[in-house]
């Protein structure tokens, strides 16, 4: 209705009563707020010019009746105002007739879930778990493992040598055997995880049970079969009477907790510096179980491992009497591993970070 004070209050306050109640939105709300008391073109700036207009002794009792429709909407505006805001939902509630969101779990890399698993194995057997660190020094890498200054695995085309040498500072001392003291003059990125072999038995009286399990890196390039970074899992058992069937009993259990009880496993003899006597350990192929197919390349069996009696001559670096003890030991490719267990074609999948296929392994 258009805005025509000559009606009165009494016949406004219906009139506006009927307007507030078809405003049920904030907007609605707004709109009619302004008709009714904007300061100048609303309903009650136009009955407070009539009632300025008016004859004197009318004044009083026109005053009146503008006062109490005044007070009347600006009572019912704000009422209603309040309620409309108690009824609105508070930002960023929650429907909660909706269905719910699930959170997107993580799941393990493939290499860590072999990783644990052979931790696990070697924990139950009451082994240490070591890591230990992935710079090493050329002593506790190759020469205490009997790989002497002219070996050819320490050649600069096979390791990764640092071209600032660490300083003494960084470089703790055993408290046992004949490792240098004072500065490096090689620092490498180490080769494999042997040399936790050497610090653990630098500290530790026999007997020691442990695996090393980490990083270790060579100067390969990437190809199906090789990365220029790859883990290993390092396993050295010492004490009196440690034997080769000692050896077998433990890498044979362990084959059967990987890949499945009943997997059989060969020894053959090999050459390690640091083992003698040596032996490459194959599992029977396990995709067609020995009867040959490309996978073995036609021979039944693959290879998994590389182990061995430890030398006189890793004792004698590191103080022990190899007439009191013998020891055992086995360097292992976390990779290899997976691999073969997965049937998994191509190393360089395992760093690709594609979730398609790593999400394809378990938690
Ligand atoms: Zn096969």
Redesign the pocket.
């Known amino acids: 209705m258009t805005i025509d004070p000559s009606i009165g209050p009494e016949r406004a306050r219906a009139v506006f009563d009927e307007e507030l109640a078809r405003s049920g939105s904030a907007d609605l709300l707004q709109a009619l707020r302004h008709r009714w008391v904007a300061r100048s073109g609303s309903w009650m700036a136009a009955f407070m010019e009539g009632v300025a207009r008016a004859a004197p002794e009318q004044k009083k009792a026109l005053g009146r009746g503008a006062n109490d429709l005044k007070k009347h909407v600006e009572t019912a505006l704000e009422a209603r105002e309040t309620a409309l805001a108690a009824a609105r939902r508070p930002a960023g509630a929650v429907d909660i007739t909706l269905s719910g969101r699930a959170p997107r779990l993580g799941w393990r890399h493939p290499l860590s879930l072999i990783r644990d698993q052979v931790g696990a194995i070697f924990s139950r057997l009451g082994y240490q778990v070591l890591e230990g660190p992935e710079i090493e020094d050329d002593y506790h890498n190759f020469e205490a493992l009997n790989m002497p200054a002219d070996h050819p695995a320490r050649d600069m085309q096979d390791t990764l040598y640092l071209a600032e040498p660490l300083m003494p500072a960084t470089y703790d001392a055993p408290p046992r055997g004949r490792a240098p003291r004072g500065p490096q003059p090689l620092t490498l990125l180490r080769t494999h995880t042997s040399a936790m072999q050497i610090r653990q038995m630098e500290r530790q009286d026999p007997p020691v049970r442990l695996v090393a399990v980490g990083p270790v890196y060579r100067r390969d390039n990437l190809d199906l079969t090789h990365t220029p970074m790859f883990h290993q899992v390092e396993g050295l058992v010492v004490g009196r009477g440690v034997t080769l069937a000692d050896l077998k009993g433990t890498l044979t259990s362990m084959a059967a907790a990987l890949f499945g009880s009943g997997q059989a496993v060969r020894f053959r003899p090999s050459f390690f510096p640091y083992t003698e006597p040596s032996a490459e350990v194959d599992i029977r ?1 396990i ?2 179980h020995g009867d ?2 490309p ?2 390349k036609r021979t ?1 069996w693959l290879e998994i491992l590389g182990s061995g009696m430890v030398h006189p001559a890793v004792f004698e670096y590191v103080g022990y009497d190899p007439d009191e003890v013998t020891g055992f030991a086995f360097g292992m490719g976390i990779e290899r591993v997976a691999l073969l267990k997965w049937g998994v074609e191509d190393i360089r999948l395992f760093y690709e970070n594609d979730l398609r296929f790593l999400e394809q392994f378990g938690r």
């Open positions: 192929c995709r067609c040959g197919c996978m073995c039944g």
